[in-house]
């Protein structure tokens, strides 16, 4: 947790946070619950992505709407190879508060606090910018709101009515090498439809509308504890900073003040999971945090990277059978497949990127178990911070568009074409 200068400030804040209007509605996070729990026995997929870091900044129509585009088009595309609904879940109106692995930075021998993500401090490298400001838990919170406010209008308006997928279409998508594979797609999905359609004898209002959800590391506590509420003829409670908020891999500890702040809380929830979570502690944090073995409840996202996932994936797999719990797996193929370049930029090879989530597939299957979802750190813009894909960038080409903050991301292109990959693992594998 940051420390804050002044405790007077940080009250008031927290205060007047707790004051003002959730963000989503217990309604909608009930909702989701229930799609999760039908993805964990294999009769939904769910796609989770957006920013490592959102940034302040980037709260612009352009970045949100490419967001929401790309992952739109993912998820025709996997509709198309799962054949079943997907869940879509943005890394998004929320996702400002990161956990770091060096408590300082130093650049150009000089040292300071890391920055800690916009919720917290600043990125800017002056002293001043990277003391916690308790203030910015209001601005993250406003952000949060217009990010939110933007999407729902999209979504609500018609903006991803299946009927007119022309939408979402990014300016790049005619010259991305996978273009015609996308096309394809599209039209088979839209004559799906028109024969559904005209079987029906009428236009299919579902399919003019598609539900969009969200979710960030629950890692600021202040922020998430001021959004978190008793709503009526509901009980317990909700934090309603988000749907789906995940515990991360580092703050994951049984008697951690995290996974105590999520233990008491309604919401579907993610636990990121790596090669140090053996299978007993798994199950006695499943048990502090899902008692009843609710459905729905608990995703876990593991993030071995490719050479580790073969190793330790069977072992919870076994063990969570067994011990008959009920959870949705989900892979993150980014996070443990990290490099640094001799520059010193954080990148991910796109091959070890895809690698992973088919050797995932592949031990799932193996195992009888259902891969059921997919976590990503993704854009909707044409930014280069992973090397590889289609147009085959390198690491010269990185320095071209490197915007991240924290971790890379896949760009539009390399996004599109893991979408078409997971499509074809999801034929070949994936029938939960
Ligand atoms: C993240 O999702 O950005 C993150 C920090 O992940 P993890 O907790 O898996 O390291
Ligand atoms: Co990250």
């Known amino acids: 947790m940051p420390e804050y200068p002044d405790s007077n400030e940080l009250d008031r804040i927290v205060g007047e946070l707790t004051s003002l209007p959730p963000l989503v509605t217990s309604w909608e996070v009930e909702a989701l619950k229930s799609q999760l729990a039908e993805a964990a026995l294999g009769k939904r997929f769910l796609l989770q992505g957006g920013d490592c870091s959102e940034s302040f900044h980037d709260c612009r129509p352009s970045v949100i709407a490419n967001k929401l585009k790309i992952l739109l088009q993912m998820s025709l595309v996997l509709v198309s190879g799962a054949r079943k609904p997907v869940i879509r879940v943005g890394r998004i109106a929320g996702q400002y508060a990161k956990p770091r692995s060096s408590y300082n930075e130093t650049i150009d021998g000089q040292t300071l606090p890391s920055y800690r993500g916009d919720l917290i401090n600043r990125f800017g490298f002056a002293a001043e910018d990277r003391i916690p400001n308790p203030e910015l838990m209001l601005r993250g919170y406003e952000r949060a709101a217009l990010t939110l406010n933007f999407i729902r209008g999209l979504v609500e308006g018609g903006f991803a009515d299946l009927h007119h997928p022309e939408y979402w279409d990014l300016d790049f998508v005619a010259h991305s090498p996978q273009a015609a594979e996308y096309r394809r797609v599209v039209e088979m999905i839209s004559d799906s439809l028109q024969f559904l359609e005209n079987m029906l004898e009428g236009k299919v209002d579902e399919f003019e509308r598609v539900d969009f959800y969200t979710s960030h590391e629950g890692l600021h506590l202040f922020y998430e504890q001021a959004q978190t509420r008793i709503v009526p003829h509901r009980e317990g409670w909700y934090d309603l900073a988000a749907h789906f908020p995940w515990i991360g891999n580092r703050t994951r500890d049984l008697d951690g003040a995290h996974v ?44 071995y990277g490719v050479d580790q996932v073969a190793l330790h994936l069977p072992s919870l797999i076994e063990v969570v059978r067994k011990k008959q719990k009920v959870v949705l797996w989900c892979c993150d193929p980014m996070h443990a ?80 074409e893991t979408a078409i990959l997971i499509s074809t693992l999801m034929r070949k594998y994936g029938d939960g």
Request: net charge negative; proline share 4%.
């Open 260 to 303: 105590e702040f999520f233990r008491g809380i309604a919401n579907p929830i993610g636990i990121k999971i790596d090669g140090t979570m053996g299978p007993e502690e798994l199950i006695e944090l499943l048990e502090i945090l899902n008692p009843n073995n609710e459905p729905g409840r608990i995703t876990l996202i593991h993030r």
């Open 337 to 416: 497949n990290t490099e640094t370049t001799g520059s010193g930029l954080k990148t991910r090879d796109f091959r070890r990127i895809l690698a992973e989530l088919e050797r995932a597939f592949e031990v799932h299957h193996e195992m009888g178990s259902y891969l059921g979802g997919v976590h990503f750190e993704l854009t909707g813009d044409n930014v280069t911070e992973c090397i590889g894909g289609a147009r085959g960038l390198t690491e010269r080409d990185l320095s071209k568009a490197y915007l991240t903050q924290v971790d890379p991301r896949l760009n539009y292109e390399q996004s599109l």
